[in-house]
């Protein structure tokens, strides 16, 4: 009876691990963008609308069709970002304008 008990909670555990993972699969874009888009924000120039900033990035992220191209771009804004103190207005549109192929 012991063997099954420890056997039923190992299972619970591997069950919600892996829901734990999915969902964290799931969210991760999510949350990568929303961080992006607060220190967008929060680096930029004086003077410019959150709600305009945050749409542009939205409509930047969305002209990409490809997850992994849309995550690396995510993840090039970000590591220019952790760099700069505070964006210049050439900075901010040499960031949102999407790349050409």
Known sequence: MA????LIIAGVALA????VYGAGRYFSPFLIQYVVEQSL????P?????????ERLRTLMSAIPDQNTRMKRL????????????LSPEDLDRLLVPEKE
Not at 3 to 6: A, N, P, V
Not at 41 to 44: D, E, G, L, S, T
């Open 3 to 6: 063997i099954q008990k420890r």
């Open 46 to 54: 004086a003077g410019k609308d959150p709600v305009y900033l945050r």
């Open 75 to 86: 993840l090039r804004i970000s590591e220019y970002l952790e760099k700069t103190q505070f």
């Open 41 to 44: 924000i929060q680096k930029a």
């Open 16 to 19: 919600f691990a892996l829901i």
